[in-house]
C-alpha cells in the first residue's frame, strides 16, 4: 500500500511539473523577447534568427513546483542541497547567455558548487561498487574524483545543446533509465528528482522542436542546471550511501550502467577537448567538431540530428545490457561500455568525415537519409507547429 502510494506520488509530482512549465513557458519567452535575452545567430550557430534563451528558467519553475507537491508523499529534504546546486547554476548559466562569463570563472564557480554539494549531502563517489574488486574509496580520492567527475558532466550536458531537442531529449531519456533504477531500488527521492525532471522538460521540448513564434533555448542555465540533475543521478547510483547496489540483482554493473547512460555527452566531450588540446588550442574555445555537428554537415534536420545522436546513445544501453544479460562480470560489462561508447563517438566520426571527403558510399547513403528527414512542409508539422505556437 505505502508503495502504491509512493508511486502515485510520483506521478502527481511529474504532472504537476509539466503542467507549471507548459503554463509558464509562453510567459518566460515573452519576457526573454522583451528584454532581449535572445541567442543571435552568427558562423558557428545554427539557427538563422535571434531566439529566446531562457528555458531553463521555465523548466525551473516546473521543477520546484513538482518538488514541493511530492514533498506530500515522499521525503525529499535530500534534494534540497541539490536544488540548490541547481539553482546557482541556472543563475550562473543566465549571467553567462546575457553577458558572457569568462570560461574559467564559470569552471571555478562550479567546482565550488560540487564542493558544497559533497560537503552538505555527505554523498560522493566514494565507491567502484565492485568494479576490479574495489569498492569503498577514501576520501582524499572520493572527493578530488568527484569533482572532476560532476565538473566534466556538467560541461558535457552545456556542450551537447547544439540542435533543437537534444539536451532536453538526452536528459528526459537519462531521467526514465535511471528513474526506473532509482524506483527499483527503492531510492524514492531520487526518483522523484528524476520524475519532476522529465514534467519539466517534456513541455519544453515540444516548443523547442516543434514551435516556432514559441521557440526557446534552454540556454547554458537550463544546460548547466540539467547537468547537476543528472551528475545527482550519477552520484546517488554509485555512492556507498546510495540505495542501489544492496537491492540490485547480482551480477549488474552500476558504474557500467552509469557510463553508459551518459555514453555520448561524456565521450564525445572527451573526443572534443583531447582533439582541442592536441591542435593547441583552448579546450573551452567553441568549434563545430561535435557529433551532432556531423550530422547536421551531413543533412539531417534538427530533430533528425537529435534522434540519431540519442539512438547513438540507446546502442551503447543496450550493448551493456546485453553483457550484463549474457553473465559477462561486472569488469567485462564496463570495458564493453567503454569499447562501445568509444566507437560511437569517436570511430563513428572518424570514419563519417573520411567518408564525406571522399564522398564515400557510407556518406552517400548517410545523406540520402538526411535527405528524407525534412518535415518541415508536411502538413503534420505545420499542424504541430500551430499547436505549440497558440500555447506559446
Request: proline fraction near 3%; charge should be positive.
Amino acid at each position: 500500500m505505502e508503495q502504491t502510494v509512493l508511486l502515485v506520488g510520483l506521478l502527481i509530482a511529474f504532472a504537476v511539473a509539466l503542467a507549471v512549465t507548459a503554463l509558464t513557458h509562453p510567459r518566460v519567452a515573452k519576457f526573454a523577447q522583451k528584454r532581449n535575452i535572445v541567442d543571435n545567430p552568427n558562423a558557428r550557430k545554427l539557427q538563422r534568427n535571434p531566439v529566446p534563451v531562457m528555458g531553463g528558467v521555465a523548466v525551473f519553475f516546473g521543477l520546484v513546483s513538482g518538488l514541493c507537491v511530492s514533498g506530500i508523499f515522499v521525503n525529499v529534504n535530500e534534494l534540497l542541497p541539490v536544488i540548490v546546486a541547481m539553482s546557482v547554476m541556472l543563475c550562473v548559466g543566465v549571467i553567462d547567455d546575457v553577458s558572457e562569463l569568462s570560461p574559467w570563472l564559470r569552471f571555478v564557480i562550479e567546482i565550488a558548487v560540487v564542493l558544497m554539494l559533497i560537503f552538505t549531502t555527505h554523498i560522493s563517489l566514494d565507491s567502484l561498487q565492485g568494479l576490479w574488486g574495489f569498492y569503498d574509496l577514501p576520501l582524499w580520492l572520493s572527493v578530488p574524483l568527484t569533482v572532476f567527475a560532476v565538473v566534466g558532466m556538467i560541461n558535457a550536458i552545456n556542450l551537447i545543446d547544439g540542435v533543437d531537442g537534444l539536451s532536453s531529449g538526452f536528459c528526459m531519456m537519462a531521467s526514465i533509465a535511471f528513474g526506473a533504477l532509482f524506483i527499483m531500488t527503492g531510492n524514492y527521492d531520487m526518483a522523484v528528482l528524476a520524475a519532476i525532471t522529465l514534467g519539466s522538460l517534456m513541455p519544453f521540448f515540444f516548443h523547442n522542436v516543434f514551435g516556432d513564434k514559441s521557440k526557446m533555448f534552454i540556454g547554458d542555465g537550463g544546460s548547466l542546471m540539467m547537468g547537476v540533475a543528472m551528475s545527482a543521478y550519477v552520484v546517488a547510483v554509485i555512492s556507498v550511501r546510495g540505495e542501489a547496489f544492496d537491492a540490485m540483482p547480482d551480477g549488474m554493473g552500476l558504474v557500467a550502467f552509469t557510463m553508459a547512460v551518459m555514453a555520448v555527452p561524456v565521450f564525445d566531450t572527451l573526443r572534443v577537448m583531447t582533439m582541442r588540446i592536441l591542435r593547441r588550442t583552448s579546450p573551452f574555445r567553441p568549434d563545430k567538431t561535435h557529433l551532432h555537428h556531423l550530422f547536421i554537415d551531413l543533412g539531417f534536420s534538427h530533430i533528425a540530428t537529435t534522434l540519431s545522436v540519442l539512438s547513438l546513445n540507446l546502442l551503447v544501453v543496450l550493448a551493456w545490457l546485453i553483457a550484463y544479460l549474457a553473465g559477462a562480470s561486472i569488469d567485462v560489462q564496463f570495458y564493453v561500455v567503454i569499447v562501445s561508447s568509444v566507437v560511437v563517438t569517436a570511430i563513428f566520426y572518424k570514419v563519417m568525415r573520411m567518408q564525406m571527403a571522399c564522398n564515400g558510399i557510407l556518406a552517400r547513403a548517410m545523406r540520402k537519409m538526411a535527405a528524407r528527414s525534412h518535415y518541415q512542409e508536411r502538413t503534420s508539422w505545420k499542424r504541430l507547429q500551430q499547436i505549440m505556437d497558440k500555447r506559446g
